[in-house]
T-cell receptor, first 113, second 111 residues
Framework: DAGVIQSPRHEVTEMGQEVTLRCKPI?????LFWYRQTMMRGLELLIY????????DSGMPEDRFSAKMPNASFSTLKIQPSEPRDSAVYFC???????????FGPGTRLTVL | GESVGLHLPTLSVQEGDNSIINCAYS??????FIWYKQESGKGPQFIID?????DKRQGQRVTVLLNKTVKHLSLQIAATQPGDSAVYFC??????????FGQGTRLTINP
């Protein structure tokens, strides 16, 4: 099993640019989660999906952030326009069901200059 | 409200000693608890879990204890090794709710 796959692993961009982060969950998992981790705020849940449907996006910071899950094997997190305060490590995780053990990807380290 | 917190943000132990990492939770409806380990530059990794119908569960060198009376969870690591250095998170869920993560404890192993 390849585990949760995220791309890119590192992203450096300039303020104002659009950033798209990608995630492939573990095959057969029905829930997918996007987290952001910073030193100041720790691990924050941004949004999660059940069966490709967004269930709770209350953690999304603002309208600049959007997430989609067009099918069971792919999700994107988009930031447009990006700002320096968006710099963080973004993790994707998946689980069989929303309250089950979540398995995390390696993360995408985003730096917005 | 629901919250998961850790008693100590940092813990330093001697190599070979046992480590105990603590976690308090406030949601009495929580019935599933997980410990994760996060090494530098990696995502959190599942270590061990426990359901509320148990008070103890053992894995390889790790033991999780659950005290529902005082809403307390602990992770014991036996004979700690340098590779155990990481940040450890507890997480809880109850009913149909998603997992809620604590802030994490950094474990440092001294040679």
């Amino acid at each position: 099993d390849a585990g949760v796959i995220q791309s890119p692993r590192h992203e450096v961009t300039e303020m104002g640019q659009e950033v798209t982060l990608r995630c492939k969950p573990i095959s057969g998992h029905n829930s997918l989660f996007w987290y952001r981790q910073t030193m100041m705020r720790g691990l924050e849940l941004l949004i999660y999906f059940n069966n490709n449907v967004p269930i709770d996006d209350s953690g999304m910071p603002e309208d600049r952030f959007s997430a989609k899950m067009p099918n069971a094997s792919f999700s994107t997190l988009k930031i447009q326009p990006s700002e320096p305060r968006d710099s963080a490590v973004y993790f994707c995780a998946s689980s069989l069901a929303q309250k089950d053990t979540q398995y995390f990807g390696p993360g995408t380290r985003l730096t917005v200059l | 409200g629901e919250s998961v917190g850790l008693h100590l943000p940092t813990l330093s132990v001697q190599e070979g000693d046992n480590s105990i990492i603590n976690c308090a939770y406030s949601n009495s409806a929580s019935d599933y608890f997980i410990w994760y380990k996060q090494e530098s530059g990696k995502g959190p990794q599942f270590i061990i879990d426990i359901r509320s119908n148990m008070d103890k569960r053992q894995g390889q060198r790790v033991t999780v204890l659950l005290n529902k009376t005082v809403k307390h969870l602990s992770l014991q690591i036996a004979a700690t090794q340098p590779g155990d250095s990481a940040v450890y998170f507890c997480a809880e869920s109850g009913g149909a709710q998603k997992l809620v993560f604590g802030q994490g404890t950094r474990l440092t192993i001294n040679p």
